[in-house]
């Protein structure tokens, strides 16, 4: 059964593992500035998609925040 909620720890974890350092704590930069590429936003989305269900594009121009608010936004959906 998917989780009904993206948390901050979420978006931590799933940012730590495609390779952001811990003590960039901004989510509110885009990828591009993060400098995580093509390929992280993928495996972002791919993990994203395996917990909640939810498939995304992810954009070099979006942020992570950005995405969350999407998937917590997505899934507030899914419920009502």
């Known amino acids: 059964m998917p989780a009904n909620t993206f948390t901050e720890a979420d978006l931590r974890a799933l940012l730590l593992a495609v390779g952001l350092g811990p003590a960039q704590d901004d989510y509110t930069l885009t990828f591009e500035q993060l400098e995580l590429d093509s390929l992280a936003r993928v495996e972002i989305a ?35």
């Open 46 to 80: 791919t993990r994203i998609e395996d917990r909640f269900g939810l498939i995304l594009e992810i954009a070099a121009e979006q942020s992570p925040a950005q995405v969350a608010e999407l998937v917590n936004s997505r899934l507030a959906g899914a419920v009502s």
